[in-house]
């Protein structure tokens, strides 16, 4: 009897402490549900931009280069930045990442090398999965069957004229997925209808279609790029998904067609793909090649580190603001990277640009120069002036600042095919090689069309941080 009522209370004690809510044992006190503790690791290449505030633009009139005051408060978070542009060889690590994905899926093709291990079909359990490349598994380079040889060379284009082989640069297509949660999270775009209130006194019509763009693409049969921005009815979230196929190889052809009555062929033929030029910027990129290389970065990453990466927010272009921070050292008073207002200290040249009327050579070099080739600024980022313009994230608006929050601010606007090619425009910051010393200024701005590669404009990521950092001082 003793050993049965031994085991009842044993077996009380024991289901009120599985049922016992967490943080029972705190005498009543709300302590909150802490988690596991959060360090999040600092990014290979990448420094901390601690938040602060600025004012946005420039603050003086110059009526010889036709700059208007149009300064405003603003304050930005923190986030990290890569310390230098995106380098010929970080960017060919992408395009060889594309062409590779593409070989293993014609070895797992029955037409070609009919390997079924270059794909994974099933889980660890043998349950069928959603088909995935296998990165695991090698690719023969050396010793490769007659069908895997032909799968292989099935990426590369041999010129005709001078017999050089080389990657099949129209087949360097990148296809990539993002949820648009912004527009997911607005209140008109609710799937419950009794959730569009917007304020007591405006309340959407529960019965009202809403329509909804997204941006979708797809191959023809001719193996044709389709994208599209459709608009229809809201259903469900999968509305919020977007699509696009972008073509990633660089135009290494703007050196050429940039410049009329120059003799630039090597840099046509060399500057991208030889070893020579591996720690130079990478140019000839379009913003849509440079977003879609911030995807492709965030998922890279995600592969390599498991499902924990999922808490780290994606790689991405910066803003307007972000970059004109970053630029300005966080000071209002700084138009420039460094602390003063000359583009010279101690008669040696603080960045690469355009010094004189033809004379490009002044500050040491001619066109690019190696990224970090020159000293940072207080944040420890190189080359936020000159070298080569950057893209950022911000539609380009002649309002600029002005037509911005002043937290966090930022623009954006996702041009269809359809609309007007003026509105396509993005904000570049940063001058470049080519430029003169008033146009590589942080507080400057300039602007090209999303699809427009240039031999003066690259990029750099940023990526959110999570938490908040201690300001700088």
Not at 257 to 274: G, I, Q, T, V
């Amino acid at each position: 009897m003793k050993k049965i009522f031994i085991a009842i209370f044993g077996s009380v004690i024991l289901l009120s402490s599985c049922g016992r809510p967490s943080g029972s044992t705190t005498g009543g006190e709300l302590m909150g549900m802490g988690g596991s503790g959060w360090a999040e690791p600092s990014p290979y290449g990448m420094v901390l931009v601690s938040r602060g505030s600025y004012a946005m633009g420039p603050s003086e009139v110059d009526s010889l280069w036709g700059i208007e005051a149009n300064a405003k408060g603003v304050s930005v978070d923190a986030f990290w930045m890569d310390d230098t542009e995106i380098t010929n060889s970080e960017y060919r690590q992408f395009v060889y990442w594309v062409r590779d994905s593409i070989i293993r899926e014609r070895l797992a093709d029955p037409n070609y090398g009919n390997d079924e291990t270059f794909k994974i079909t099933e889980d660890r359990y043998g349950e069928p999965i959603k088909p995935y490349l296998n990165w695991r598994k090698a690719i023969p380079w050396k010793r490769a069957t007659e069908d895997e040889e032909r799968a292989i060379n099935s990426t590369m284009f041999t010129n005709p004229i001078t017999g050089e082989v080389g990657v099949d640069h129209a087949q360097m297509n990148f296809k990539y997925e993002w949820f648009d949660h912004t527009e997911a999270a607005k209140r008109r775009n609710r799937l419950n209808p009794n959730e569009r209130i917007l304020n007591t006194d405006i309340v959407i019509d529960p019965n009202a279609i809403v329509m909804i763009s997204k941006d979708t693409a797809y191959y023809t049969e001719e193996g044709a790029i389709v994208n599209q921005t459709i608009t229809r009815p809201l259903s469900s979230l999968y509305d919020f998904l977007n699509t696009k196929i972008i073509n990633v190889y660089p135009d290494t052809t703007v050196w050429v067609n940039d410049f009329n009555n120059s003799y630039n062929e090597p840099y046509m033929r060399l500057y991208f793909s030889h070893p020579g030029y591996n720690d130079y910027p990478v140019v000839g990129v379009t913003w849509e090649q440079a977003t879609a290389f911030s995807e492709w970065r965030t998922m890279f990453y995600r592969m390599g580190m498991g499902p924990n990466s999922r808490d780290i927010e994606p790689y991405r272009l910066p803003t307007e603001g972000e970059w004109e921070y970053a630029a300005r050292n966080g000071k209002t008073e700084n138009k420039y990277p460094w602390d003063s207002n000359s583009t010279t200290q101690n008669d040696c040249f603080m960045a690469n640009f355009k010094p004189g009327e033809g004379n490009y050579t002044k500050d040491g070099n001619l066109v690019t120069a190696r990224v970090a080739s020159y000293s940072p600024n207080r944040f420890g980022l190189y080359d936020m002036a000159g070298n080569v313009a950057e893209w950022t994230s911000t539609t380009y608006t002649e309002a600029g600042a002005l037509n911005m929050d002043d937290l966090n601010p930022q623009y954006s606007y996702n041009a269809a095919k359809e609309d007007p090619y003026s509105i396509k425009k993005k904000v570049v910051k940063g001058g470049s090689w080519k430029d003169v010393g008033t146009f590589i200024r942080g507080d400057m701005r300039d602007s090209e069309f999303q699809n427009q590669p240039r031999s003066y404009i690259g990029f750099r990521c940023v990526r959110s941080q999570i938490g908040f950092s201690k300001a700088k001082k």
